[in-house]
């Protein structure tokens, strides 16, 4: 039963700013990969699979030498992705799941390798202890590159920039907290909290539910993924492969946190992506309607949250997200409803239906923006821990000081719930959870 509380992956570090992508503005180092130095060969051993991948290509002054098979566990049996069209039709499209992998870097103890190939081109994240490389398709980065360009840029997860306005925000300690939580508290009355803002509505109903009926084998939560018009269209290059690729990088990088992970009923808790929702193009909206997929951007998370919750029937999963593309008011990039330890409480995982102003609402729900308040997108490395799913979870923050707090020059770092962005190069910043919120 998912009535336990879990890490959150609402963390934030080498935040970067840009305008209008600049890449020099994001990186300090990188360079580019064409789809002819990266060398895909089929294993023929015995007993491995036909999938299984040894991709080889050099960069960044080494040469990777990576072992891939397909990834398991990232896809529900009934998995399906699903286009929504403007007119409102929808069509069903075929996704090969075989060409996610996971596997390891030759030469390197402990090291982890995510990675999809498709078409010749590979994006992957790397990870060895104490750095990981990134690979990610360069268009949506470099201004003078096109959605058909096999390009691939690949760079240290430790080089990315921290703009000059939160450099000085982090010496003090206090850098800019980009994590969003709406609680629900109460039988009768929400009580949403937003950063330190409060909205009350008297039409709020906590119906009695069990979180039990969403979860496969009661240990690994189903998952819908949208991605708005916004999102499709600009990270996505309207390709649903790249749509995919994206968001199942991050679920590689949430089950890569929570399954070792013992909250104490055991291990092997994370996330299936049972259905991959695409909107093709913008819903129209007449009048004073509005929808989470209209032209119009939104600049509240909350109203978009909200918006979204509304939109249609989410308690048919564990989990819906949303993925969208466009900058909200005070550097929020996600925001999620908090989970309840109480199957009776509304919020989070597998929550059941209320209403809201006379309307079914669903707090199952969470979204995150791969687009900064100052306009740049986010690199690839930081959106795998920007999405706000661990709020639906159960998770808050870690506090600010104590054990949960370690110092980077006395200890390993902040751990993943600490409030306030941190460097990414210290041991817990990147894949460490502290005792206090496993105890949550």
């Known amino acids: 039963m998912f009535s336990f509380k879990l890490v959150h992956i609402c963390v934030f570090f080498h935040v970067v700013y840009a305008n209008h992508g600049s890449i020099d503005e994001k990186l300090g180092y990188y360079e580019t990969l064409e789809s002819v130095d990266i060398e895909s060969v089929a294993k023929r051993s015995i007993g491995d699979s036909p999938h299984n991948k040894h ?6 002054g080494r040469n990777f030498s990576l072992d891939l098979e397909v990834a398991k566990g990232l896809f529900t049996q009934d998995f399906r992705v699903q286009l ?3 007119d409102g039709t929808f069509s069903d499209e075929h996704l090969d799941t075989n ?7 030759d030469g390197e103890e402990k090291s982890e390798v995510n990675a999809f190939l498709h078409d010749g081109v590979i994006s992957a994240t790397i990870s060895i202890p104490g750095e990981s490389f990134i690979i990610e398709p360069a268009w949506r980065h470099i201004d003078t590159l096109v959605r058909a360009s096999r390009t691939m840029m690949v760079y240290k997860g430790s080089d990315a920039k921290w703009p000059k306005e939160m450099e000085e925000a982090q010496k003090g300690g206090n850098g800019p907290n980009f994590c969003g939580a709406a609680h629900i508290d109460g039988d009768d009355e929400e009580t949403v909290g937003f950063t330190h803002a409060h909205d009350h509505d008297e039409d709020e109903h906590d119906i009695p539910h069990s979180r039990r009926k969403r979860a496969t084998g009661n240990k690994m939560c189903r998952l819908i993924a949208v991605a708005d018009y916004k999102f499709y269209q600009t ?8 749509a995919a690729n994206y968001i199942v ?3 590689q990088k949430i089950n890569l946190i929570y399954k070792p992970t013992n909250f104490g009923q055991g291990v092997g808790y994370g996330v299936e992506l049972a259905m991959l929702k695409l909107h093709v193009g913008p819903t129209p909206t007449s009048g004073s309607t509005t929808h989470y997929n209209m032209i119009k951007s939104w600049t509240s998370p909350y109203n ?3 918006e979204f919750s509304q939109g249609d029937k989410w308690n048919d999963y564990c989990l819906a997200h949303l993925f969208t593309h466009q900058s909200f008011s005070n550097n929020v990039l996600g925001l999620a409803y908090i ?3 109480s199957t009776s409480k509304l919020g989070g995982i597998c929550s059941a239906a209320s209403t809201k102003n006379g309307k079914p609402i669903y707090y199952n729900t969470g979204l995150t923006t791969t687009k900064y308040t100052g306009g740049g997108t986010v690199l690839a490395k930081q959106s795998q821990l920007v999405t706000a799913h661990g709020h639906n979870w159960g998770s808050e923050h870690d506090p600010t000081e104590g054990d949960c707090a370690p110092s980077s020059y006395f200890g390993d770092g902040k751990f993943l719930m600490y409030p306030y962005s941190v460097t990414g190069e210290d041991p817990n910043n990147d894949v460490s959870i502290s005792m206090v919120t496993i105890d949550i």
């Open 84 to 86: 929504v069209h403007s």
């Open 249 to 251: 990088g991050i679920i």
């Open 99 to 105: 060409s996610f992998y996971y596997g390891t870097l």
């Open 55 to 60: 991709v080889k290509f050099s960069a960044l």
């Open 235 to 242: 990270i996505a290059g309207n390709d649903i492969y790249d």
């Open 339 to 341: 989970a309840s330890s």
């Open 304 to 306: 978009l949250l909200t």
